[in-house]
């Protein structure tokens, strides 16, 4: 963490455009990138957050994939209703059309632009 501090780490900027681009690639087709990580080492987690980030997906990292929290985490991501069904969607869209006047900046909750201006 030190070479990340001192802008220092040879490879990361690199690799984290690297994983900018496949974000951008897995969100234009719809995908959610999940990430779960168990180990003391290096993991390369930092260089991918934009894998979850950008398409809405989860980072989940531990010290071990026994771990009562992980477990936990697990569960809860991939939890279901009471009609046995999963509590997530996939690949929503949503288009927004106002006037010239307003401008949306934003949205609330996992969301990946779609970049349309009409």
């Not at 719809?30 to 930092?46: N, P, S």
């Amino acid at each position: 963490h030190h070479s990340i501090e001192k802008d220092d780490a040879k490879y990361m900027k690199k690799a984290m455009k690297h994983y900018e681009g496949l974000a951008k690639r897995a969100a234009d087709n719809g995908h959610a990138v999940d990430l779960y990580a168990c180990a003391l080492d290096q993991t390369g987690l930092l260089e991918m957050k934009s894998c979850c980030n950008n398409t809405g997906g989860h980072m989940v990292m531990g010290d071990s994939f026994n771990s009562a929290l992980f477990k936990q985490t697990f569960q809860r991501v991939f939890s279901k209703d009471s009609k046995g069904e999963y509590k997530m969607a996939f690949n929503a869209t949503m288009d927004i059309k106002c006037s010239r006047e307003i401008k949306i900046s934003g949205c609330i909750g996992p969301a990946v632009s779609g970049n349309k201006k009409d």
